[in-house]
């Protein structure tokens, strides 16, 4: 960790890469079951839960200006994304996505690693500089605005080029039978049961 910070800056900068790192161990820990549902969704979450633990183990080696950048436009464009992501259909998918447990955790960790670098940036400035370290979290902020807006926008592009990382299809009509017994349905074990009687 930079030495010259302070304690309490530590204790920001050791914050920030915890829960990015936790934040990375979520997104790979539920990417096995998301790849049976899309695979281009596995393959995203394997990638950013890699991103996101790099990251936190250089962070908290080296806590730098340019390691906050890229620490908060990562963590902010994961939250933007999923945000989107529950209001418009998931690229690769047919419909938004559910909210659950897991990616609510997740998001909070990214939500309390952006916190933490907005206080780094801005309290880590000597006070004639902390309005254009306000700036610089605006720029920031636009910033991650955009690239959702691009990472979203060709993952859409990219969803007829690359048909076998999509979600399967479902049929609402689809109904699973035993085979060879496609329209037969089984009585109930009580109707059995009082004819044996």
């Known amino acids: 960790m930079v030495e010259a910070r302070g304690t309490t800056q530590k204790w920001m900068v050791t914050a920030a890469a915890s829960v990015m790192l936790l934040a990375g161990l979520l997104h790979i820990a539920v990417a096995a079951e998301h790849w049976s549902h899309a695979p281009a969704h596995g393959l995203f979450f394997v990638i950013a839960g890699i991103g996101q633990i790099v990251w936190s183990i250089a962070f908290w080696r080296t806590a730098s200006p340019p390691l906050e950048k890229v620490g908060f436009l990562l963590a902010a464009v994961l939250l933007l994304l999923w945000g989107l992501t529950r209001i418009l259909p998931a690229p690769f998918g047919h419909e938004p996505e559910a909210v659950e447990a897991a990616g609510l955790i997740t998001k909070a960790c990214e939500a309390v690693c952006v916190t933490a670098l907005v206080l780094l940036m801005v309290a880590g400035a000597v006070p004639q500089a902390r ?26 592009a990219a969803e007829p080029l690359l048909p076998g990382l999509k979600a399967a299809e479902h049929s609402p009509s689809q109904i699973e039978h035993e085979p060879g017994e496609a329209g037969q349905t089984t009585p109930p074990a009580t109707e059995a049961h009082d004819h044996a009687d």
């Open 131 to 156: 309005a254009r370290s306000w700036r610089t979290v605006v720029e920031l902020s636009v910033a991650s605005l955009v690239l959702t807006g691009l990472t979203y926008g060709a993952a859409r």
